[in-house]
């Protein structure tokens, strides 16, 4: 149980290191802006779905974890 309460610290730590580096403006141009993600403007609507980005984040995130599984 130790390890665990370790790994989600370092996970937590992770997580509010990008989310500031994010919030300062230090984020990709691609991230957010690359084909396949749906982008609908209108005069008084906007909508927006990352659905390439969610996917791409998710095969990162598949290799890191799948790396501190060994």
Do not use: K, Q
Request: glycine letters at 8%; one cysteine or more; hydrophobic letters at 55%.
């Amino acid at each position: 149980m130790h390890d665990m309460g370790r790994f989600l610290v370092i996970i937590g730590a992770v997580t509010v290191i990008v989310g500031l580096l994010f919030w300062a403006g230090f984020v990709p141009r691609w991230f957010g802006r690359l084909p396949g993600d749906i982008r609908i403007e209108r005069e008084n609507f906007s909508f927006y779905f990352p659905v390439i980005t969610c996917i791409v984040i998710s095969v990162i995130l598949t290799l890191i974890f799948s790396l501190f599984r060994r």
